[in-house]
């Protein structure tokens, strides 16, 4: 569920005359995602997407956020574009939250998705680390190696109550991950979240990317094992070779990886598995009863975690010199 924060009509009609979208025609909130409040809105000009910032968002990050949206779509990467209010601001105030509106980007996030479909999430997560080139502010990644620590000091007691030993496990991991953490690979900007409800399609063609509320500066090639954490796991557990090979040959056709990316890829999708692993458990640990959140279980990701141990090279992920495509 993704709507915590109610709207009025009549406060949600004061707050588009600020913007040139017309009358407002209807609006429902959207039950996904679960950092902000979401609605769909359509107007006598067209469908668009209002957001309401809540408590987890810093409102010192917004306009990086947002000025990421500009920028990507400047440079031609599909995705939501903030509107700017007619005195110029992107943002404005509804029901006491940071609120903007956001284009509405047509498509469809894929529950099931296959091969073809790793391959364009691949391209596109290439395409959107070289369009973020040149953006002017930058913002830490608070969920990278210097994040973990702290997170799991809040949950390590606890830890063992999803499966005994887990504290053990994710100590010495913890351990392992700081000492060999790189620091000398190449750096931009990455989207940090980019689960399939994070990427639209429109039949077998990839219509956007959505949802750059955990973008930040890291290692692009940490993003990249995060889409294979993310893409490339079927239900059962079992790592899928051909949709790992077609991601990346997707993201190489491209953006070639460096041979310094190759070598990581394995420790990098262990560090991104395990920073998915600490965020569920903290919040399986502490979301209370009958919250409106669905918890996500954990161990999905400490399963994950386990298989990346057992990986010598980025060729057991599937990764094959890719040509660049026509």
Same mark, same amino acid.
């Given at each position: 569920?993704?709507?915590?924060?109610?709207?009025?009509?009549?406060?949600?009609?004061?707050?588009?005359?600020?913007?040139?979208?017309?009358?407002?025609?209807?609006?429902?909130?959207?039950?996904?995602?679960?950092?902000?409040?979401?609605?769909?809105?359509?107007?006598?000009?067209?469908?668009?997407?209002?957001?309401?910032?809540?408590?987890?968002?810093?409102?010192?990050?917004?306009?990086?956020?947002?000025?990421?949206?500009?920028?990507?779509?400047?440079?031609?990467?599909?995705?939501?574009?903030?509107?700017?209010?007619?005195?110029?601001?992107?943002?404005?105030?509804?029901?006491?939250?940071?609120?903007?509106?956001?284009?509405?980007?047509?498509?469809?996030?894929?529950?099931?998705?296959?091969?073809?479909?790793?391959?364009?999430?691949?391209?596109?997560?290439?395409?959107?680390?070289?369009?973020?080139?040149?953006?002017?502010?930058?913002?830490?990644?608070?969920?990278?190696?210097?994040?973990? &620590?702290?997170?799991?000091?809040?949950?390590?007691?606890?830890?063992?109550?999803?499966?005994?030993?887990?504290?053990?496990?994710?100590?010495?991991?913890?351990?392992?991950?700081?000492?060999?953490?790189?620091?000398?690979?190449?750096?931009?900007?990455?989207?940090?979240?980019?689960?399939?409800?994070?990427?639209?399609?429109?039949?077998?063609?990839?219509?956007?990317?959505?949802?750059?509320?955990?973008?930040?500066?890291?290692?692009?090639?940490?993003?990249?094992?995060?889409?294979?954490?993310?893409?490339?796991?079927?239900?059962?557990?079992?790592?899928?070779?051909?949709?790992?090979?077609?991601?990346?040959?997707?993201?190489?056709?491209?953006?070639?990886?460096?041979?310094?990316?190759?070598?990581?890829?394995?420790?990098?999708?262990?560090?991104?598995?395990?920073?998915?692993?600490?965020? &569920?458990?903290?919040?399986?640990?502490?979301?209370?009863?009958?919250?409106?959140?669905?918890?996500?279980?954990?161990?999905?990701?400490? &399963?994950?975690?386990?298989?990346?141990?057992?990986?010598?090279?980025?060729?057991?992920?599937?990764?094959?010199?890719?040509?660049?495509?026509?």
């Amino acid at each position: 569920m993704a709507v915590y924060t109610d709207i009025s009509e009549d406060d949600l009609k004061r707050f588009l005359a600020a913007y040139e979208v017309g009358e407002l025609t209807s609006y429902k909130g959207i039950a996904e995602g679960v950092e902000n409040s979401n609605f769909l809105l359509h107007t006598t000009t067209g469908a668009f997407i209002l957001t309401l910032y809540e408590k987890r968002v810093d409102p010192g990050d917004l306009p990086f956020f947002l000025g990421l949206m500009q920028h990507l779509a400047d440079r031609g990467l599909n995705c939501p574009l903030p509107l700017a209010r007619t005195d110029g601001a992107l943002l404005g105030t509804l029901s006491g939250r940071p609120a903007a509106m956001i284009t509405f980007l047509e498509g469809m996030w894929l529950r099931k998705p296959e091969a073809a479909h790793c391959r364009e999430v691949g391209r596109a997560l290439a395409e959107m680390h070289v369009a973020g080139e040149g953006f002017a502010l930058s913002r830490e990644n608070a969920l990278s190696v210097s994040g973990w &620590r702290p997170l799991w000091d809040k949950a390590k007691d606890r830890a063992d109550e999803v499966q005994p030993g887990v504290a053990a496990e994710i100590a010495a991991e913890l351990d392992h991950l700081e000492a060999n953490w790189p620091s000398d690979l190449p750096a931009g900007v990455i989207h940090a979240d980019l689960f399939p409800d994070n990427v639209f399609f429109l039949g077998e063609n990839l219509s956007g990317l959505i949802d750059f509320y955990f973008a930040c500066n890291d290692l692009l090639a940490y993003d990249v094992s995060i889409c294979l954490n993310a893409w490339c796991f079927e239900k059962d557990g079992a790592f899928n070779m051909t949709k790992g090979m077609a991601l990346l040959s997707g993201y190489q056709s491209v953006r070639p990886l460096t041979a310094g990316e190759i070598a990581a890829l394995p420790l990098l999708a262990r560090g991104s598995a395990l920073r998915f692993f600490l965020t &569920r458990l903290y919040d399986w640990l502490t979301t209370p009863a009958g919250a409106l959140v669905v918890k996500k279980d954990p161990l999905e990701y400490l &399963r994950k975690l386990q298989f990346h141990r057992s990986v010598n090279t980025a060729l057991e992920y599937g990764l094959t010199i890719s040509e660049p495509d026509a």
